[in-house]
């Protein structure tokens, strides 16, 4: 892993692959918005988001507002999307993931309580939620 300085946010990167290179070509305008969630630095520790979405290729899957359900979207089980992302507050991608493992974007990385957020959003108890009790309950 290599560090990156921004700002006083020290952030960590791994290498991207070419299904990644591939990825930001199609997309260039998905690269453009992880460039600049990446610029924001990583969320501070004791941040807690009011809504939660997780999203499939841009679409919401699952959302909480205050750590109630507030909506869902059925998926096939297995299902497993070209790419996903948690999103905090409606605006801030907190994580991006391309296929079911590599990631792109991990804001999260301070958040003290971010596994407790989890938890009481009940994400593993959720249609579609698969990846993320396999990935990063």
């Not at 909480?64 to 409606?90: H, M």
Request: aromatic share 12%; charged share 20%.
């Amino acid at each position: 892993m290599e560090n990156i300085m921004t700002g006083a946010t020290q952030m960590k990167t791994t290498p991207q692959s070419n299904a990644a290179h591939a990825f930001f070509a199609e997309f260039p305008e998905i690269a453009q918005q992880i460039t600049e969630q990446n610029a924001k630095g990583n969320f501070d520790a004791g941040f807690t988001p009011a809504i939660v979405e997780v999203k499939f290729f841009g679409l919401t899957y699952l959302r909480y507002e205050n750590g109630q359900l507030t909506a869902t979207r059925e998926c096939s089980k297995g299902y497993v999307p070209p790419f996903w992302e948690i999103c905090f507050d409606e605006e801030e991608t907190a994580l991006f993931v391309l296929g079911n493992d590599e990631v792109l974007l991990d804001r999260t990385s301070g958040m003290a309580k971010l596994d407790f957020l989890l938890e009481h959003c009940a994400f593993s108890d959720q249609p579609g939620s698969q990846i993320l009790a396999t990935q990063y309950s």
